[in-house]
């Protein structure tokens, strides 16, 4: 028997699960049943995210932004027909690997095919130069991870091999995400160091059979997630999520298409060890884990960028909770929606205490698939962004395993991002020297600088955080001292120099302090950068009406942040604003009207 601890004795890793169990009883939320293995049937059903992600690809069919290309560098002398078979075992194994998707009478399916043999093409790079290799390889890898699947026909697994040299290869591992995650390459790795070695041996496979199968779950989630027990888990979110902003308005580089592309990169950077030890120390302090402590931080700088007090993050977690699915590859990952208020500009160390409340609701209440709460909530939906949230956390903090067989030794073969599905995604992962981070980003909005000077503020908030948490928000320090001398020598320079408009004075500070608060009233605060955004929209609707050098443009709104956008608007377009207070006798704004001849009216509903 283990001994029992003290409640001071646990870490607060593991009392942060025992009080999430524990708010779990007080709500009633029961455990949920086993998964059951059904009957051989030709179909069954799809699970909630599989839904959606066949949605997504009808919606723009052979689009490549959802496939999870992996790529894996073999060091050692290869037996390629033991890792032929070792692949043909996995994909008999896991029937989601020869999963294809069928629409019948409006409803969706999913239909296991027979196991057939798995190809492995061998594409040979060992007669190239030297230096012509690696980048040879990595402009195969990613045309293979831009090459379509055919969710209705399948497969939806495709391996190739290259060779570098005799005892160098790369295998290239590509599955539709519809029927894997991040969890199931991991999976996928283990089972065939597994296979490839009893293979190698002329040896059975030694691996048991799976007690359920990827369509099992499918059919319990829909059965299980259902009356009483999904009303609960909704009637928290709608509650959470109500009033959410639509959207988290970062200064971007260059305006927002209509229509999202997809296009993407990322960009590599390291929290050190010292300072994430200083972040762990001040999340125990405060009862927060170190993933919370990095969301408050990160939550902050967005609001920052923003100007936005209210900010929605999403985060991936497992989806695994049966012991059963832990060794499933499959598409389970699941998406929390994270939402802080950050109003009143609090101290570091009380943006602690919230976002540990949030975060423990959502964990409390995350068996409700995110494709469901979308569905539920239906929020304003835009092809320009993602619904609910448009920027991404992940905390990669289990070890990872070094991989040796018969002196083959495996590791990751980097590549390099083309895609964003989000506008960023900032993610982790713990290792000896710290946390490394990779920020990807959306190429439409975001410049690589950019993004490169983001992750060095974050790190900058971080580190005055952990020096000082009773700072507030909004005094920790951004800024490196060059950047600081950069920002006061412009300055001094536009003071300096020849007046010119208000507009193009306007613009400079908007670009020169975006994040910062530029008009606050009516409850609302908008920052340089989004008031300068705003304006600019209006500016252009106005010019399509004919507002141009000497139109008059009249304002009957009352004093609020959208009256200054207005201002700046009707400005920016080369109008000249009739200022027309509600308050003013019915006579009066009638006289104003008749007198100006303002051909364009600009009001609020109300």
């Known amino acids: 028997m283990k001994p029992v601890k003290r409640v001071s004795e646990l870490t607060v890793e593991q009392r942060t699960l025992l009080e999430l169990r524990l708010k779990q009883r007080r709500e009633g939320v029961a455990q949920p049943q086993p998964i059951a293995r059904r009957r051989d049937e030709a179909r069954a059903p799809v699970s909630y995210g599989q839904q959606r992600l066949w949605f997504l690809d009808r919606l723009e069919p052979g689009n490549p932004f959802y496939n999870s290309p992996s790529a894996i560098r073999l060091e050692g002398r290869l037996d390629a027909d033991a890792l032929g078979r070792s692949l043909t075992e996995l994909a008999r194994r896991h029937e989601v690997l020869r999963t294809r998707f069928v629409e019948d009478s409006g409803e969706l399916t999913q239909e296991v095919t027979p196991a057939q043999p798995v190809p492995l093409p061998l594409i040979d790079l060992s007669q190239e130069i030297n230096g012509e290799r690696e980048s040879a390889a990595r402009r195969l890898m990613e045309e293979e991870a831009r090459r379509p699947f055919d969710l209705s026909r399948g497969p939806l697994l495709r391996c190739s091999l290259v060779r570098l ?18 969890w199931s390459v991991g999976v996928m790795v283990r089972e065939l160091t597994t296979l490839y070695a009893a293979f190698t041996r002329s040896e059975a496979s030694p691996l048991e059979e799976l007690p359920v199968q990827y369509s099992d779950y499918a059919r ?3 059965e299980h997630l259902s009356g009483e027990r999904l009303e609960r888990q ?14 988290l308005a970062l200064p971007t ?10 296009r993407g990169a990322d960009i590599s950077f390291t929290l050190p060890a010292e300072l994430v030890a200083e972040l762990r120390r001040l999340g125990q302090a405060h009862g927060c884990t170190l993933f919370m402590t990095l969301l408050a931080g990160w939550q902050a700088l967005l609001a920052r960028y923003s100007g936005q007090e209210d900010v929605v993050v999403g985060t991936p977690i497992a989806g695994r909770t049966h012991g059963e699915t832990e060794g499933l590859i499959g598409f389970f990952v699941n998406t929390l929606a994270l939402r802080t208020d950050l109003t009143g500009d609090p101290s570091f160390e009380e943006l602690l205490g919230r976002v540990r409340e949030t975060t423990l609701g959502a964990y409390a209440h995350q068996e409700v698939p995110f494709e469901r709460l979308v569905e539920e909530l239906q929020p304003e939906r835009s092809l320009s962004h993602q619904p609910v949230f448009q920027v991404v956390l992940s905390l990669q903090n289990t070890p990872r395993e070094s991989l040796r067989l018969h002196g083959l030794e495996l590791s990751s073969y980097p590549g390099r991002g083309t895609t964003a599905k989000f506008d960023m995604v900032l993610s982790l992962v713990e290792g000896g020297r710290g946390l490394a981070g990779g920020l990807e980003y959306n190429t439409d909005l975001f410049d690589a600088e950019t993004a490169r000077r983001m992750t060095a503020h974050l790190s900058r908030l971080l580190e005055a955080a952990a020096a000082e948490p009773s700072a507030r928000v909004g005094d920790l320090r951004l800024l490196s001292d060059e950047e600081e001398r ?7 320079q536009t003071y300096a120099a020849e007046p010119t408009t208000l507009t193009q004075l306007f613009a400079r500070q908007a670009r020169l302090t975006p994040a910062a608060v530029a008009v606050e009233g009516g409850g609302e605060r908008l920052s340089y950068g989004e008031l300068d955004a705003r304006a600019e929209a209006l500016a252009r609707r106005l010019r399509s009406l004919g507002v141009g050098p000497e139109t008059r443009v009249g304002l009957f709104m009352e004093r609020s942040a959208e009256l200054v956008v207005a201002v700046l608007g009707v400005i920016k377009a080369g109008g000249a604003y009739v200022p027309l207070d509600p308050a003013y006798p019915h006579a009066r704004l009638s006289f104003i009207l008749a007198d100006t001849q303002a051909p364009v009216l600009l009001t609020r509903t109300a």
């Open 165 to 182: 040299a005799d005892d160098e290869h790369v295998l290239l591992i590509t599955m539709h995400h519809i029927v894997s995650d991040g």
């Open 486 to 492: 950069e920002f006061f020598a412009e300055a001094s």
């Open 253 to 262: 580089d260059r305006p927002r298409p209509a229509v999202q592309s997809y």
């Open 234 to 247: 909704l009637a928290y979110w709608r509650e959470r999520l109500s009033g959410a902003p639509a959207l």
């Open 220 to 222: 319990w989630q829909r």
